[in-house]
C-alpha cells in the first residue's frame, strides 16, 4: 500500500473515532430544564360594608329586612361607607331611618342619601329652600290614582267663566315633585278595599306656594297631571305670575271676591 493512502486511512479512522467519543459524552449530559416561578395569588383584604338588600325609594324607612354587611374590597371603601369595624351596632341604630335620596340594591349605604328617624319627617326630605304644600286630590284628579312619590305633576286650575256654562282652565305649576301621597282604604264597586290618595303632598318654592295657596281658594277644582319620567330635567320652579301678590312676584296683599283677585300694597 502507497504511503499517501495510508496516511489517508489512518486520518479517517482518527476522525471517525473522535465524532463518536463525542457523540458518547454529549448524549449522557443531562439537561436542565429551567421553569419559570409561578406568580402566588395574593388574596386582597376586605371590610364587611353596610348595603341595602333591595332597591329603596325616597320616603320610605331603613329596616333590619332591608341592609346586610357585605364584603368589599378594602382599598375600594371611599368615605362615608358605614363598615362593620367601625360602626358593628349600624343596623340597629339605622332601624327606621328615612331614606333622602334612592338607594339602589347592593349600594352601600351613606349617611348623605339618609336621616335619622324623627317625627319630623317631611321637613327631613325636604330640600332646602323649599316649601311643602298639601292639595286634596281624588281618583279623577290624579290620574286615576296613578300618582305616586317622587313622580312629576303639572297642577292645573279649572274655574267657572263668567257664564255658568263655561270653564276657564290653566296650568298654574309645571313639572312639580309629589314629596307624599296621604293614602286611606276606600270600598270599590267589587267589593274589595283599594288604597286612594285623599292628599298630595308637593315640593314647592316660596312663590309656588303662595300661587297654590290662592289657587285653592278661586278654583273649582285643582287636577294633577301626570308627567312621563322623561321630563323630570325640565324647569319646575315657573309658577303663575297673575296669581302672584303684585303679579311680578313682590309682596303685596291679594283680596279674592267672587273668583276675582285685586291685590294692594
Known amino acids: 500500500m502507497k ?13 471517525a473515532g473522535l465524532a463518536g467519543y463525542l457523540a458518547l459524552n454529549m448524549g449522557g449530559q443531562q439537561v436542565v430544564e429551567i421553569q419559570a416561578a409561578q406568580p402566588r395569588m ?13 332597591n329603596l325609594s325616597t320616603g320610605s324607612r331603613l329596616t333590619a329586612d332591608s341592609m346586610s354587611w357585605m364584603a368589599w374590597p378594602e382599598s375600594a371603601v371611599a368615605p362615608g361607607f358605614i363598615t362593620k ?6 343596623m340597629a ?10 338607594i339602589f340594591a347592593n349600594e352601600p349605604v351613606r349617611l348623605e342619601k339618609i336621616v335619622d328617624a324623627s317625627n319630623r319627617t317631611m321637613s327631613s326630605i325636604l330640600p332646602a329652600g323649599k316649601r311643602a304644600i298639601a292639595t286634596e286630590i281624588s281618583v279623577s284628579t290624579s290620574a286615576g290614582g296613578f300618582i305616586l312619590p317622587n313622580d312629576r305633576v303639572d297642577v292645573i286650575m279649572v274655574k267657572k267663566g263668567t257664564q255658568q256654562t263655561a270653564f276657564q282652565t290653566e296650568t ?6 309629589v314629596l307624599a301621597i296621604d293614602q286611606q282604604l276606600q270600598q270599590g264597586p267589587d267589593g274589595k278595599q283599594t288604597a286612594v290618595g285623599s292628599t298630595a303632598t308637593l315640593e314647592l318654592t316660596p312663590d309656588q306656594a303662595r300661587v297654590i295657596a290662592v289657587a285653592q281658594q278661586i278654583a273649582d277644582r285643582l287636577t294633577l297631571a301626570l308627567r312621563s319620567v322623561a321630563d323630570s330635567s325640565e324647569p319646575d320652579t315657573s309658577a303663575s305670575e297673575h296669581l302672584l301678590g303684585n303679579g311680578d312676584g313682590s309682596p303685596g296683599i291679594q283680596v279674592i271676591k267672587s273668583g276675582n283677585i285685586s291685590t294692594s300694597q
Open 3 to 15: 504511503p499517501a493512502r495510508l496516511i489517508i486511512l489512518s486520518v479517517a479512522a482518527a476522525a
Open 93 to 102: 341604630d339605622l332601624n327606621g331611618a328615612i331614606v333622602r335620596l334612592p
Open 172 to 177: 298654574i305649576l309645571s313639572n312639580i315633585r
Open 42 to 54: 395574593v388574596k386582597e383584604a376586605t371590610v364587611d360594608v353596610l348595603v341595602a338588600k333591595s
Open 85 to 90: 369595624k367601625n360602626r358593628e351596632s349600624a
